[in-house]
């Protein structure tokens, strides 16, 4: 496996492959892995002759400092789990190497930035979108692979390639979860046994919405959902919202074209964790 800090080594080197007829398959990563992003690994494998992979945790994306200096950092231990998961190239560059200069760029994703993430989240997919535009210039991959967990940051990149006219097809794949039904996520190292236990009532809380959306209304359902979170105590929802899969428009009734997807932000004490699941697949 091959570990890479500048951008210039890497672009010579996809470039060499690419004149060679192979295709490249790209897995973004602030680090601190686990077997979703493994779980990307694979799929970039199986569809792709040559996998990168990159380790670089984005200061522009996020919204307290706090946030950002307690985001675990797991060096050794990711480059050993992708050494073993067959990845060929590691991108691993500082922060100069990514930022030489401010990136004072603003992108406009209209709706699909203005709820949920969006809105809790001020300039986070501005941030997400910098970040990732740079690694699609210095990675010119075929394929790019996200994990559905991320669900609305998926559209937005895909947003994203259209605007800038990036010739890379965004792959999603499916969330992985732990045992309890909890999704896999980075953040979930900074939570103890006992609030992991909690935190996956998350999981189960999506899935009996699930199994019951078409016996209330939209409104009656997010109204329940809330109340079974109330009925914990110990998780702080911030949002659920039922949205359409490639527009994000809200759902009002069970008509709405395509699939329809339900997400929600939680706190397990001071832990903010993500989900979602489909009600229509």
């Known amino acids: 496996m091959l570990i890479l800090e500048s951008k210039k080594d890497l672009q ?3 470039f060499q492959l690419k004149a060679k007829g192979k295709t490249i398959g790209f897995v973004p990563t602030m680090g601190a892995l686990h077997k979703g992003h493994l779980s990307l690994i694979e799929a970039s ?3 792709c002759d040559i996998t990168v992979s990159s380790i670089f945790v984005n200061p522009t994306q996020f919204n ?4 950002y200096d307690k985001y675990p950092r797991n060096f050794d231990t990711d480059i050993k ?5 067959e990845c060929d190239i590691v991108f691993v560059p500082t922060r100069q190497e990514m930022y030489p200069e401010p990136d004072i760029r603003e992108f406009d994703f209209g709706v699909l930035g203005d709820i949920m993430e969006g809105a809790h989240r001020p300039g986070h997919f501005n941030g997400v979108a910098q970040i990732v535009s ?14 559905q967990k991320d669900f609305q940051q998926y559209v937005i990149i895909k947003d994203m390639i259209k605007q800038l006219n990036y ?17 896999m996520s980075s953040r979930n190292q900074r939570l103890s ?4 236990d909690i935190a996956s009532n998350i999981y189960k809380i999506l899935r009996w919405a699930k199994e019951h959306y078409l016996d209330y209304s939209v409104t009656e359902l997010k109204k329940r959902v809330e109340e079974q979170f109330k009925a914990i105590g110990t998780l702080d929802l911030e949002y659920f919202e039922i949205v359409n899969d490639n527009s994000l428009q809200i ?8 699939k329809i997807v339900a997400c929600v932000a939680v706190f397990c004490g001071n832990v903010r964790l993500i989900d979602n699941i489909v009600f229509n697949l």
């Open 193 to 196: 046994t006992k609030e992991k």
């Open 251 to 258: 759902v009002e009734n069970w008509n709405t074209q395509g």
């Open 64 to 67: 307290e400092q706090e946030d």
């Open 167 to 183: 010739k890379i097809e965004a792959v999603q794949c499916p969330i992985i979860r732990e045992e309890s039904g909890l999704a």
């Open 81 to 85: 789990m992708l050494e073993e998961a």
């Open 45 to 47: 494998n199986k569809a």
């Open 12 to 14: 010579e080197r996809v």
């Open 134 to 147: 740079k690694l699609f210039d210095a990675v010119p991959c075929d394929k790019a692979f996200f994990g």
